[in-house]
């Protein structure tokens, strides 16, 4: 079992542009959710993505959008690029958007710096 | 809204010895769960335990347990017979069970743990 994977590790943007980060879950997981990590904070939750539709939202701009694949796999999407977006992006992977009682599962983060 | 505060930005403990580590939260519901992450410079989030509100016991994995006061909102991990490799920041994160809300988690800022050979 390969775990969740996200791709790329590491990412240089220059600022305004666009980038996009991708996961793919844990076999058999079919809910992802996105974080942001900033330097010296705990993450911060993006959104979450259930048979394709975003579930729900954290307090981040419209700049940053998703979408999940029939796969489950899943891509971040981040517009107009700031210097505060640089950050470790986590992904998350778990079953079930609604249950309660299931374990989320991290990957290794693309680690994005804004220049 | 939920929060999640750790005050020890930076602990240090011998190894084979014994640290704790705080974790303060505040909340109105009543049914939540409580977690402590571990995660490593290879930055992959870890679980290393985790707490329903709704029991009373303390949980324990190993080397790990907790100590859980529902009343304080107090969440404290403790790590016995500390190893060099469990160095590594640890985040602690509250989770809501009610019904129709997401599982999204809510972290804490961390803590950084330094095991001294």
């Known amino acids: 079992d390969a775990g969740v994977t996200q791709s790329p590790t590491h990412l240089i943007k220059t600022r305004g542009q666009q980038v996009t980060l991708r996961c793919s879950p844990k076999s058999g997981h079919d809910t992802v959710s996105w974080y942001q990590q900033a330097l010296g904070q705990g993450p911060q939750f993006i959104f979450q993505?259930?048979?394709?539709?975003?579930?729900q939202r954290g307090n981040f701009p419209d700049r940053f959008s998703g979408h999940q694949f029939p796969n489950y796999s899943s891509e971040l999407n981040v517009n107009a690029l700031l210097l505060g977006d640089s950050a470790l992006y986590l992904c998350?992977?778990?079953?079930?958007?609604?249950?309660?009682?299931?374990?989320?599962?991290f990957g290794q983060g693309t680690r994005l710096t804004v220049v | 809204a939920q929060t999640v505060t750790q005050s020890q930005p930076e602990m240090s403990v011998q190894e084979a010895e014994t640290v704790t580590l705080s974790c303060t939260y505040d909340t109105s519901e009543s049914d939540y769960y409580l977690f402590w992450y571990k995660q490593p410079p290879s930055r992959q989030m870890i679980l290393v335990i985790r707490?329903?509100?709704?029991?009373?016991q303390n949980a324990t994995e190993n080397r790990f347990s907790v100590n859980f006061q529902k009343a304080a909102k107090s969440f404290s991990l403790k790590i016995s017979d500390s190893q060099l490799g469990d160095a590594a920041m640890y985040f602690c994160a509250y989770r809501s069970a009610h019904g129709g809300a997401t599982n999204k988690l809510i972290f804490g800022t961390g803590t950084l743990l330094a095991v001294q050979p």
């Open positions: 998350a992977s778990q079953t079930g958007a609604g249950a309660m009682n299931t374990e989320a599962f």
């Open positions: 993505y259930y048979e394709e539709e975003e579930r």
């Open positions: 707490q329903e509100a709704y029991k009373q």
